[in-house]
């Protein structure tokens, strides 16, 4: 039986925006829709166990029953300090605790408004074979239409490999097959199509360990629109989420699928 673990990477500290993972955000600290979102996925059978990363006394406080704290040590809470050292040391101590994981689904407290359904047909993606990897993408171009936002291409961008097909893991999500495009290899030449919202990734547990990523080059895109797509990083990226929010850009599938 495959075993599928989620793992909430939330440090202290943030740089250009401190305290976000705990300040309130449309009725919640912010990393409560994480958490609810976590819990609905254990509910739904797309994640066997779910643990959160950090050093933050607050984000481990407020984890709910079914979430397993894991202490971030120091060194690997720092500003410098890569996602993939801190989700291997995660899923260290979640081995420790529950057995071998087979596939490991990172889930980032900075995309409030990514839905069940989404992050779900990302796991799905992975957990019945489809690829190696699964990533959230939005296409470029893609704007909200209550506030303007649209994503920007911030580093690696994505092209599809074929077709994208609704329904490809769920009856009301698009999904395809991707390759990623690099912007520091000047023999890229593609230009990429989408970009990859950061919301949630899932990865076979030997291919994360073996290549050391998240993504392998021939992954799996779950499209999501540019309501569910913003990475909260900066102040300017707070405020237009929670436009969107009180906006009700969103709505109730945030929570229940």
């Not at 202290?12 to 609810?36: C, D, H, Q």
């Amino acid at each position: 039986m495959t075993r599928n673990l989620g793992i909430i990477l939330a440090r202290a500290g943030s740089v250009r925006l401190p305290g976000k993972n705990t300040r309130e955000f449309a009725g919640k600290p912010m990393i409560s829709w994480t958490y609810e979102r976590a819990l609905a996925l254990i509910s739904l059978g797309h994640l066997d166990h779910v643990v959160v990363s950090s050093d933050d006394p607050e984000v481990m406080g407020l984890a709910p029953k079914g979430v397993e704290v894991v202490e971030r040590p120091i060194h690997l809470a720092t500003s410098t300090a890569t996602s993939f050292d801190a989700a291997v040391h995660a899923l260290a101590a979640a081995e420790t605790r529950f057995g071998r994981i087979d596939i490991v689904s990172l889930l980032q407290p900075t995309s409030p408004l990514a839905s069940i359904a989404s992050i779900a047909s990302v796991i799905t993606s992975v957990s019945r074979g489809f690829a190696g990897s699964a990533i959230t993408a939005c296409a470029i171009g893609e704007c909200d239409p209550s506030t303007g936002w649209a994503p920007t291409l911030k580093s690696n961008g994505m092209r599809g490999v074929g077709g994208i097909s609704a329904g490809c893991n769920s009856s009301n999500v698009s999904s395809g097959r991707f390759n990623i495009v690099s912007m520091e290899r000047a023999h890229d030449h593609d230009n990429p199509t989408h970009v990859i919202t950061g919301a949630a990734y899932s990865v076979e547990r030997d291919c994360f360990l073996k290549h050391r990523a998240f993504i392998l080059r021939d992954c799996a895109g779950t499209i999501v629109p540019a309501s569910e797509a913003i990475d909260i990083d900066t102040a300017q990226d707070w405020d237009a989420a929670l436009k969107m929010a009180l906006a009700a850009t969103i709505d109730h599938r945030v929570l229940i699928g």
